[in-house]
């Protein structure tokens, strides 16, 4: 054992016409989303990692050396669980037994994570008698999920957990995974094309293109980078925590108030005074006054200060981060408003936010 938290990853691998070379120093606990285009080698990161995929390196996680430079630990000493899109349950087993399985093995003594906590975190206590072929797709891979959890690993694991699934599926899930990222103790390493799945799901996040890592760090604060490691561009905007402070029946707005601010949106039924939720701003959707404009249509308009000009992303565009108390924006102008407005860093200003999402 090393001192130390969190998970330190220095890897290199070569297969035929790839060549993967990653160093990471993650978060200990929360989730960690591997993102990135399809054959930049995620999953080739994630079976190193595992130990499934030979790779000269090191690998430390929350100070346990599971592979240096001078030795490896085999995949099966390694305490993790990995959990696939299609991970396979014993068909000839109901779900108790199925849960069962790995759990069994466990000497009691290191079991961190009891039976009736794993079936109470996904939801799967009045399954426990059904056999896998009678449930649904998205059942199924929440006994997957539980079933990884009762072997007690260190590091769990996903490799696109959800891509097997149509989206009310995915809908129906969501909320386990978010429960799960809250409540365990563990890391959760997770790798996904999707940036709903990533805005909703992730503390932190690694942007890797041909098998290198552009860009990693908490989500919130790479998001809000100007120079958009992520390509996104056209859809470049930040996700903020907040919780629903207040509702307005009359006219069927909620407010979400985040640290550094707050913004009104639509007062759907399902949201109630209290409850965290992750919302989207746009940076093609925040327009910025030197002073407030109240007598216009646009209702969010929150203070905030220019933290950056950055130079232009594409010819006539420019990206503004910004700062409501501690939270970033990212704002798209037009170079040339930029220019006539005269905005520079440590400026205070408004931001007229046109459109904010709930991200689900
Ligand atoms: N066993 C192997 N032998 C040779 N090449 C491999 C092997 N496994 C993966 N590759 C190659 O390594 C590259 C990275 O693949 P990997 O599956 O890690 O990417 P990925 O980012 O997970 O992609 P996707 O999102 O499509 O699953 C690809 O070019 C793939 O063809």
Redesign the pocket.
Known sequence: MTSGKGIQVQLQCR????ELEVDLDLPGTGLTALF?H???????LLRCIAGLQPADGSVIVNGDQWQSRTGLRPVHQRPLAYVFQDTSLFPHLNVRRNLGYGYRRIPAAQRRISFEEATEWLGLSHLLDRMPEGLSGGERQRVAIARALLTSPELLLMD?PLSALDRPSKQDIMPYLEALRDKLAIPILY?S?STAEVARLADHIVM?DRGRIIAQGPLQETLARTDQPFGLEQDAGVIIDAHIGARDEQWHLCRADFPGGRLWLRAEDNLVIGQAIRLQVLARDISLALAEQTEQSIQNLVPAVIDEVASELTPGTTMIRLLAGQTPFLARLTSRAVHTLKLETGQSVWMQVKSVAIVD
């Open positions: 297969l035929e016409g790839f990135g399809s054959g930049c080698g995620k999953t080739t696109e790798v094309h890797m």
